[in-house]
């Protein structure tokens, strides 16, 4: 558990400088104001003086990015909590990276969990999960399969009970409901299994090549061998299982595979 917590936060916004630094005062006690900056370059200074346990930082601001203001540290040895304006498609892009986050206007309760999380952490942001999180915030999709993003050179990181794996999208086979859990079947090695639901995989996956085909799981189209009519239907992955398409997904998901094979340039 970490102790004696030092904070700073960078936010070009003062009024949004002033909220955070009242919630902290009222629902974090514990939790030290060490310094504040409005930009990315007062920010690197006042860390570098301060050398805080933990930053909140906004990600958008004018001139240099908080992106911009971690590429400036060789090593990262503080704990980041952002801070973002963002909605929608950033909400999936800090999901997709494993990263936590605060929505403003910032919410108490969620604001004291963010806290406590970074408390009870072993270790820091690893640099791969900024990676994808400043790569996925780049690049916006929207749902439709023809202005999806390629599976191909991008990456998920999926946080277990053992730390985060990085896994490139094009290994993932299926996604496989447990319950409360995701379980991930690879191209190779061990599945892996998050504590997350299939649901917020189903909303985080949207923008790629991988559709919800049955209530339990979530298929990369790019795997699929042979599809079997009928009254939904089957799909035969590349790993030989077969997976049932549901009666009311059916007609979506052929249309959708359709689009994939023409956009893709597998058109059989």
């Given amino acids: 558990m970490k102790q004696d917590l030092r904070a700073v936060i960078i936010d070009d916004e003062t009024n949004a400088r002033e909220a955070l630094s009242n919630l902290l005062r009222l629902v974090c006690p514990e939790v030290e104001i060490c310094g504040e900056a409005k930009n990315a370059d007062l920010g690197i200074e006042v860390i570098k003086e301060q050398k805080p346990n933990l930053v909140f930082l906004d990600i958008q601001m004018p001139g240099k990015s908080g992106f911009d203001l971690l590429a400036s540290f060789e090593k990262v040895d503080f704990g980041i909590i952002f801070t973002t304006a963002y909605q929608e ?133 790019e795997h699929i061998k042979r599809y079997v009519k009928g009254d939904g239907g089957q799909v035969w992955m590349s790993d030989n299982t077969e997976i049932e398409v549901s009666r009311r997904r059916k007609e979506e998901f052929l249309s959708l595979l359709s689009d994939f094979y023409v956009n893709s340039g597998k058109l059989k």
């Fill in 89 to 221: 498609f950033a909400i999936r892009a800090f999901r997709f990276s494993a990263i936590d986050y605060l929505l403003k206007p910032i919410d108490p309760d969620e604001l004291q969990a963010a806290v406590e999380k970074y408390k009870s952490q072993t270790a820091g942001l690893n640099p791969q999960q900024i990676q994808i999180l400043q790569q996925q915030l780049d690049t916006p999709g929207t749902v439709r399969l023809v202005n999806r993003q390629k599976n191909d050179n991008q990456r998920i990181a999926l946080p277990t009970a053992e730390g985060i794996h990085f896994v490139q999208m094009t290994d993932i086979i299926q996604c496989e409901s447990l319950g409360s859990y995701t379980k991930f079947h690879l191209i190779k090695g061990p599945a892996i299994v998050v504590s997350r639901l299939l649901k917020e995989y189903e909303e985080i996956l949207d923008n790629y090549y991988f559709f919800r085909v049955h209530q339990s799981n979530i298929i990369n189209l």
